[in-house]
C-alpha cells in the first residue's frame, strides 16, 4: 500500500524567501505524485502533478517540485515567497484506484 | 460549469441523528470520492465510485454509506452520526482512465459537520 509523510506541519518563511515544503513517499510500483493547496475555508487545488517521463514539474503560482525515486522524495519549491502563499499544501500518492494525502504542512509567511 | 458543488455547507447534527451530505459535479467525470479532513491527519478517503452503479470503500468507511445511481451525483449517508464523524466532508470528481486515480481531482468546497 503507498503512504506519504510531510515533513513538518508548520513552515515559516519571509517574504521573498525559498520556499522548500518536504514529501516523502512509499510505494512499491510507479507512483503518480501530486501537490495541491488549500486556502483557509476553501477545497483544494492542484498545484502541480508527477505522472511520468521529466522528473522536474512545474506547477502553478511558481511552484515547482522534484521527483527523486532514489530518495522516494517529491519536495516542493518556489524561489520566492510572496504573501498570498499563505496556505496549507498536502503531497499526495496515487498507484491504483485511491488517492492518498500527507498529514498535511501549513506554509505561513513573514513580512 | 458549476464544477463540484456540496450542500449543505454547514450542519449540527445529535448524536444518532441520520443525515445526506450531497454531493453533484457537471463535467461528465467518472471518477468521484468523499474525504473527511481533520486537524493534522490530511484528507482520508472514506468511499469512491469509479462509475455509476460502481462504489468501493476507502481507508475510512466505518459509519457512512454511499451509491452512485447517475454520473453525476454521489451523496454520502450517515447512518448514526457520531460525535467523531464531527470533520469537514469534501467531495471530488475527476476523469479517470479505468478506474485510476490518475488525474486531477477537483474540489468541492466542502461541508463542515458538527455532532454533539
Known amino acids: 500500500a503507498q503512504s506519504v509523510t510531510q515533513l513538518g506541519s508548520h513552515v515559516s518563511v519571509s517574504e521573498g524567501a525559498l520556499v522548500l515544503l518536504r514529501c516523502n513517499y512509499s510505494s512499491s510500483v510507479p507512483p503518480y505524485l501530486f501537490w495541491y493547496v488549500q486556502y483557509p475555508n476553501q477545497g483544494l487545488q492542484l498545484l502541480l502533478k508527477?505522472?511520468?517521463?521529466?522528473?522536474l514539474v512545474k506547477g502553478i503560482n511558481g511552484f515547482e517540485a522534484e521527483f527523486k525515486k532514489s530518495e522516494t522524495s517529491f519536495h516542493l519549491t518556489k524561489p520566492s515567497a510572496h504573501m498570498s502563499d499563505a496556505a496549507e499544501y498536502f503531497c499526495?500518492?496515487?498507484?491504483?484506484?485511491?488517492?492518498?494525502f500527507g498529514q498535511g504542512t501549513r506554509l505561513t509567511i513573514n513580512p | 460549469n458549476a464544477g463540484v458543488t456540496q450542500t449543505p455547507k454547514f450542519q449540527v447534527l445529535k448524536t444518532g441523528q441520520s443525515m445526506t451530505l450531497q454531493c453533484a459535479q457537471d463535467?461528465?467525470?467518472?471518477?468521484m470520492s468523499w474525504y473527511r479532513q481533520d486537524p493534522g491527519m490530511g484528507l482520508r478517503l472514506i468511499h469512491y465510485s469509479v462509475g455509476a452503479g460502481i462504489t468501493d470503500q476507502g481507508e475510512v468507511p466505518n459509519g457512512y454509506n454511499v451509491s452512485r445511481s447517475t454520473t453525476e451525483d454521489f451523496p454520502l449517508r450517515l447512518l448514526s452520526a457520531a460525535p467523531s464523524q464531527t470533520s469537514v466532508y469534501f467531495c471530488?470528481?475527476?476523469?479517470?482512465?479505468?478506474?485510476?486515480?490518475?488525474?486531477?481531482?477537483?474540489f468541492g468546497p466542502g461541508t463542515r459537520l458538527t455532532v454533539l
Open positions: 508527477y505522472t511520468t517521463g521529466a522528473t
Open positions: 499526495a500518492v496515487s498507484t491504483s484506484q485511491k488517492l492518498v
Open positions: 471530488a470528481s475527476s476523469y479517470s482512465v479505468v478506474g485510476k486515480a490518475y488525474n486531477e481531482q477537483f
Open positions: 463535467m461528465n467525470h467518472e471518477y
